[in-house]
């Protein structure tokens, strides 16, 4: 079985202050890694993704994520924050092999002042 | 591509109703996933579909929530009768199965049990 914790629920942060959200999973098997992000009253937007390869890897808005195997982690990061990246980000894990489904976390969300 | 579409945006309905929510996938993709997202949970998966074939519904809640999938490009998610705890946003999303791009989701259904 696989899990993911969000060890924040909320983040507030000032404008172009620097911001870590993070992730720590769970599973028996290989998994994808994902970051995504809602925006109020919308739909989860994909951010960035953790196939293979590099550990980090970027959005091309600013944020990037590292995937560190033997911490079973992938933070979230931006050196400098925005107003407009105020939303709620959830970190998933996507098991290898296993039918495509995602799990998710419970989600981080930041909140951006200015 | 108009992405994944979901109708209604909202639904209010009284407890005991039939509720049944719809989704349009994205053209060519051949999984689709229906999610619940509330506070107390977050984000739940409910049920997946490869190539309109139901895989994994083991998130049903109870024998009252069903999902169907009739063909590549609609599905429906019914809730018969309806209770207050059901009141949640639901959401579908749609990806390629042999593909590790992540999923599209659609805008969300916010349905409301009184």
């Known amino acids: 079985a696989q899990s993911v914790t969000q060890l924040d629920s909320q983040v507030p942060v000032f404008e172009e202050a620097p911001v870590e959200l993070r992730c720590n999973y769970s599973?028996?098997?290989?998994?994808?890694l994902f970051w995504y992000v809602q925006y109020p009253n919308q739909g989860l937007q994909l951010l960035l993704k953790?196939?293979?390869?590099?550990?980090l890897v970027e959005s091309i808005n600013g944020f990037e994520a590292e995937f560190n195997k033997s911490q079973t982690s992938f933070h979230l990061r931006k050196p400098s924050v925005h107003i407009s990246d105020t939303a709620e980000y959830f970190c998933?894990?996507?098991?290898?092999?296993?039918?495509?489904?995602?799990?998710f976390g419970q989600g981080t969300e930041l909140s951006v002042k200015p | 591509d108009a992405g994944v579409i979901q109708s209604p945006r909202h639904e209010v309905t009284e407890m005991g109703q039939e509720v049944t929510l719809r989704c349009k996938p994205i053209s060519g993709h051949n999984s689709l996933f229906w999610y619940r997202q509330t506070m107390m949970r977050g984000l739940e998966l409910l049920i997946y579909?490869?190539?309109?074939?139901?895989?994994?519904d083991s998130g049903m809640p109870e024998d009252r929530f069903s999902a169907k999938m009739p063909n590549a490009s609609f599905s429906t998610l019914k809730i018969q009768p309806s209770e207050p705890r059901d009141s949640a946003v639901y959401f579908c999303?749609?990806?390629?199965?042999?593909?590790?791009?992540?999923?599209?989701f659609g805008s969300g259904t916010r349905l409301t049990v009184v």
């Open positions: 998933a894990v996507r098991p290898h092999n296993q039918g495509g489904k995602l799990i």
């Open positions: 579909f490869n190539n309109n074939v139901p895989i994994d």
């Open positions: 953790y196939l293979s390869g590099s550990t």
């Open positions: 599973s028996s098997v290989s998994v994808y």
């Open positions: 999303a749609s990806s390629y199965r042999d593909r590790v791009n992540g999923y599209t």
